[in-house]
Nanobody
Framework: QVQLVESGGGLVQPGGSLRLSCTAS????????MNWYRQAPGKQREFVAT?????????TDSVKGRFTISRDNAKNTVYVYLQMNSLKPEDTAVYYC???????????WGQGTQVTVSS
């Protein structure tokens, strides 16, 4: 059974930090690029960061220098992390872990974890 499960969200003050985790299991995700997306209230879901299997990373401009994506590959489980520093109120959103099969194009999503940045 394919599963992506996020954790680590919460309430944090502006300037604070959070570390999100995603556990992807059920297939050979070690070869898949892994992504983080976010969706703020009333807005469309947007790309945040991606990391390929070898470790190449890409970030959306608004989080460059503040967020770091990383991964830990195991045989049938991949752990993906998003270290978020210098958080701003505009980072408030539900954060989703995502991947897509490079062979079939099938997309997989987690259930999301809420991040709220507020004083």
């Amino acid at each position: 059974q394919v599963q992506l499960v996020e954790s680590g969200g919460g309430l944090v003050q502006p300037g604070g930090s959070l570390r999100l985790s995603c556990t992807a299991s059920g297939t050979s995700f070690s070869f898949y690029p892994m992504n983080w997306y976010r969706q703020a209230p009333g807005k469309q879901r947007e790309f945040v960061a991606t990391i390929t299997s070898p470790g190449t990373t890409i970030y959306t401009d608004s989080v460059k220098g503040r967020f770091t994506i990383s991964r830990d590959n195991a045989k049938n489980t991949v752990y993906v992390y998003l270290q978020m520093n210098s958080l701003k109120p505009e980072d408030t959103a539900v954060y989703y872990c995502n991947t897509r099969s490079p062979l079939t194009g099938t997309a997989y999503w987690g259930q999301g974890t809420q991040v709220t940045v507020s004083s």
